[in-house]
């Protein structure tokens, strides 16, 4: 991008002058005049300092990080890049290895965040292993305090009726007195609890009060079965967040730890398991005592602390995994990448970084990149603009160059025959261009699709989670044994050994569409054009995408179950308001990948997405 070549010339020029003032580049396409006061601080102050990249999407926020990485390198620091989407992270660590910078290769590593706060349970006293067992009695004597509590409060508060069609809104009274009187972790039950009624019994409009009592207790005892029966079972993802707590005590205090959890009791195989951190080793250094225990952590944290963290789209990240990092860097020698609260798709509030969990402030350099996108086109910026003012999210881009960009919209339905012919348009317009087929095109696909996969068996999973409220969430997913039919349409049925074009299918083995798994690393070749899910998109980027069936993903995630949450606090929003912003916040996410060539497929014309495209044609 031309945000890259300027700060590639900055990066040549800084060490030719002391000069900090604004330069000016200009190519055939475009000039931009860059005030580099607050980069140039950046790169001298990082070691006291957190640095802070913000913007919108596509501004460059991914670029700043990977100079910043690139200088690290160059002064033979080891860098690590940390993110949430495990095809951007192979992506960047494609980008860094195969550049010209020289520097030894166990000084940079990429990874997702899952996989590094997984390798953080591990490594602190294999934490998994410590929390299981307790856990399991911890959760079902919450769940019941917590049944018990609503039932006070209903009865307190003369609640005759619960409504199940707006959870917030048409419950409002009962929800503020929960908030105000009781807790966030209740008033988050309580959501969960009329959300299962919600699916449990779509034709009916309210649950009366002497039907409360039953169901309450009804639904009480399904989560704790669940957690009985299930919890053992990957307790990293079931309960993330008080994996998230544990690492986060033992960093502050490894001797509560130590006694919380009664590890001087433990069997001499159970401290094996500990000391050894999961590891198969017959030698321990360690012995079961409190003094060897935090020698053991703190052997761990200087293991971790040694390269410098660069942490993207780090908007979505949790208080607690905020908190770990500041824990293990002490505010500073680390570098975030943060959108805004548009970009927010994996927790309700954006997580705020010039802030630790006190409120205290710390020492921030921040590089504020606005609302100027380096990476779309005019035609992409007044679409999404369009879209977010439709559904009155704040976005507002800004284009940072005179290129217009394409934009197909096809609201004629699925038709295989159009695939295929922009497929081919697009990979060799690319080739064109000088781009790989890994950077060319990228094919955005609806896991739900029953027309791009073909199902041999579908079956259904009742899975759940435990939120970072210690509730249990109910998810009722469906599986199945399917062939992704992509790689087939885009060579018009040829067999295998006559096909023109290669698909890497990023994420389509794994049970969950989203890129949560913590131990299952894909890697793609550069001659392979790359095909996901929706949900695995963020922060990718190609010179053409296209987008299948935009209006049925848009339909999928309004059923999310966080969707009606979204946006809780503004009281001012319907049930269906937050289903909208919450779905289009995603759809907006996918439309913001394009470097040059946005392809739109809808389903249906008809579709409420469908009819806001054709508002939007007919506008133009």
């Given at each position: 991008?031309?945000?890259?070549?300027?700060?590639?010339?900055?990066?040549?020029?800084?060490?030719?002058?002391?000069d900090?003032?604004?330069?000016?580049?200009?190519?055939?396409?475009?000039?931009?005049?860059?005030?580099?006061?607050?980069?140039?601080?950046?790169?001298?102050?990082?070691?006291?300092?957190?640095?802070?990249?913000?913007?919108?999407?596509?501004?460059?926020?991914?670029?700043?990080?990977?100079?910043?990485?690139?200088?690290?390198l160059?002064?033979?620091?080891?860098?690590?890049?940390?993110?949430?989407?495990?095809?951007l992270?192979?992506?960047?660590?494609?980008?860094?290895?195969?550049?010209?910078?020289?520097?030894?290769?166990?000084?940079?590593?990429?990874?997702?965040?899952?996989?590094?706060?997984?390798?953080?349970?591990?490594?602190?006293?294999?934490?998994?292993?410590?929390?299981?067992?307790?856990?399991?009695?911890?959760l079902?004597?919450?769940?019941?305090?917590?049944q018990?509590?609503?039932?006070?409060?209903?009865?307190?508060?003369?609640?005759?009726?619960?409504?199940?069609?707006?959870?917030i809104n048409?419950n409002?009274?009962?929800f503020?007195?929960?908030?105000?009187?009781?807790?966030?972790?209740?008033?988050?039950?309580?959501?969960?609890?009329?959300?299962?009624?919600?699916?449990?019994?779509p034709?009916?409009?309210?649950?009366?009060?002497?039907?409360?009592?039953?169901?309450?207790?009804?639904?009480?005892?399904?989560?704790?079965?669940?957690?009985?029966?299930?919890?053992q079972?990957?307790?990293?993802?079931?309960?993330?967040?008080?994996?998230?707590?544990?690492?986060?005590?033992?960093?502050?205090?490894?001797?509560?730890?130590?006694?919380?959890?009664?590890?001087?009791?433990?069997?001499?195989?159970?401290?094996?398991?500990?000391?050894?951190?999961?590891?198969?080793?017959?030698?321990?250094?360690?012995?079961?005592?409190?003094?060897?225990?935090r020698?053991?952590?703190?052997?761990?944290?200087?293991?971790?602390?040694?390269?410098?963290?660069?942490?993207d789209?780090?908007?979505?990240?949790?208080?607690?995994?905020?908190?770990?990092?500041?824990?293990?860097?002490?505010?500073?020698?680390?570098?975030?990448?943060?959108?805004?609260?548009?970009q927010?798709?994996?927790?309700?509030?954006?997580?705020?970084?010039?802030?630790?969990?006190?409120?205290?402030?710390?020492?921030?350099?921040?590089?504020?990149?606005?609302?100027?996108?380096?990476?779309?086109?005019?035609?992409?910026?007044?679409?999404?603009?369009?879209?977010?003012?439709?559904?009155?999210?704040d976005?507002?881009?800004?284009?940072?160059?005179?290129?217009?960009?394409?934009?197909?919209?096809?609201?004629?339905?699925?038709?295989?025959?159009?695939?295929l012919?922009?497929?081919k348009?697009f990979?060799?317009?690319?080739?064109?261009?000088?781009?790989?087929?890994?950077?060319?095109?990228?094919?955005?696909i609806?896991?739900?699709?029953?027309k791009?996969?073909?199902?041999?068996?579908?079956?259904?999973?009742?899975?759940?989670?435990?939120?970072?409220?210690?509730?249990?969430?109910?998810?009722?997913?469906?599986?199945?044994?399917?062939?992704?039919?992509?790689?087939?349409?885009?060579?018009?049925?040829?067999?295998?050994?006559?096909?023109?074009?290669?698909?890497?299918?990023?994420?389509?083995?794994?049970?969950?569409?989203?890129?949560?798994?913590?131990?299952?690393?894909?890697?793609?070749?550069?001659?392979?054009?790359?095909a996901?899910?929706?949900?695995?998109?963020?922060?990718?980027?190609?010179?053409?995408?296209?987008?299948?069936?935009?209006?049925?993903?848009?339909?999928?995630?309004?059923?999310?179950?966080?969707?009606?949450?979204?946006?809780?606090?503004?009281?001012?929003l319907?049930?269906?308001?937050?289903?909208?912003?919450?779905?289009?916040?995603?759809?907006?996410?996918?439309?913001?990948?394009?470097?040059?060539?946005?392809?739109?497929?809808?389903?249906?014309?008809?579709?409420?997405?469908?009819?806001?495209?054709?508002?939007?044609?007919?506008?133009?």
């Amino acid at each position: 991008s031309n945000d890259l070549k300027i700060y590639e010339k900055y990066l040549t020029e800084i060490d030719k002058t002391t000069d900090i003032e604004s330069f000016e580049l200009t190519n055939q396409k475009q000039s931009k005049k860059s005030k580099l006061t607050t980069r140039i601080l950046a790169d001298k102050e990082i070691q006291n300092n957190l640095i802070i990249i913000s913007g919108k999407a596509g501004s460059g926020k991914t670029s700043e990080l990977l100079l910043l990485i690139k200088k690290r390198l160059e002064d033979k620091q080891a860098t690590r890049y940390i993110t949430y989407n495990k095809l951007l992270v192979n992506q960047v660590k494609n980008i860094v290895t195969n550049s010209k910078i020289s520097f030894n290769f166990t000084q940079f590593s990429a990874i997702s965040i899952h996989k590094q706060i997984y390798r953080y349970g591990r490594n602190f006293g294999n934490i998994l292993f410590i929390m299981t067992y307790k856990r399991i009695k911890e959760l079902e004597n919450s769940q019941q305090i917590k049944q018990n509590n609503l039932l006070s409060c209903l009865q307190n508060a003369h609640v005759s009726y619960i409504d199940l069609n707006d959870i917030i809104n048409n419950n409002q009274q009962l929800f503020n007195i929960i908030r105000h009187h009781y807790s966030e972790d209740l008033y988050d039950f309580t959501y969960y609890f009329i959300k299962d009624l919600q699916t449990k019994y779509p034709q009916k409009d309210r649950i009366d009060n002497h039907e409360i009592k039953k169901y309450l207790e009804e639904y009480t005892q399904k989560t704790i079965d669940k957690i009985s029966n299930g919890f053992q079972n990957n307790v990293f993802l079931r309960d993330y967040y008080n994996v998230l707590s544990n690492i986060l005590l033992i960093l502050r205090d490894s001797d509560t730890f130590y006694d919380e959890f009664k590890l001087a009791s433990f069997s001499p195989s159970d401290w094996h398991k500990v000391a050894s951190r999961g590891g198969k080793s017959e030698n321990i250094i360690y012995q079961n005592n409190k003094d060897d225990f935090r020698k053991l952590v703190n052997r761990s944290r200087g293991s971790f602390s040694r390269y410098v963290p660069f942490i993207d789209e780090a908007q979505d990240c949790h208080d607690l995994e905020r908190d770990i990092f500041f824990e293990l860097y002490h505010k500073k020698n680390m570098v975030v990448a943060t959108g805004g609260q548009e970009q927010l798709i994996r927790h309700e509030h954006e997580c705020n970084w010039k802030v630790d969990s006190t409120g205290r402030n710390h020492n921030i350099i921040e590089i504020e990149k606005k609302n100027n996108t380096f990476r779309l086109g005019q035609k992409h910026i007044d679409l999404c603009n369009y879209l977010a003012s439709e559904f009155e999210i704040d976005l507002n881009l800004k284009p940072s160059h005179l290129n217009d960009g394409e934009l197909i919209i096809d609201i004629m339905g699925f038709n295989e025959a159009n695939i295929l012919n922009n497929f081919k348009s697009f990979a060799e317009k690319g080739k064109q261009n000088g781009y790989f087929p890994s950077e060319s095109v990228m094919v955005i696909i609806e896991s739900s699709s029953t027309k791009i996969f073909q199902k041999h068996q579908t079956y259904e999973n009742d899975n759940f989670i435990i939120n970072e409220h210690n509730n249990v969430v109910l998810k009722n997913e469906r599986h199945g044994d399917k062939k992704c039919l992509l790689q087939q349409i885009i060579n018009n049925g040829k067999p295998d050994n006559r096909q023109d074009y290669r698909v890497f299918y990023h994420n389509m083995n794994n049970q969950s569409v989203d890129d949560t798994e913590y131990d299952n690393d894909e890697e793609f070749g550069i001659d392979e054009y790359i095909a996901l899910f929706y949900e695995s998109c963020r922060g990718s980027e190609a010179f053409s995408v296209m987008c299948l069936e935009l209006d049925e993903f848009y339909e999928r995630k309004k059923q999310d179950t966080i969707a009606s949450k979204f946006l809780s606090e503004d009281l001012l929003l319907t049930e269906n308001q937050r289903k909208q912003k919450y779905a289009m916040t995603w759809v907006l996410m996918a439309l913001t990948r394009a470097i040059d060539t946005l392809y739109i497929q809808i389903s249906d014309s008809n579709s409420e997405l469908g009819k806001i495209f054709q508002k939007y044609i007919d506008s133009k």
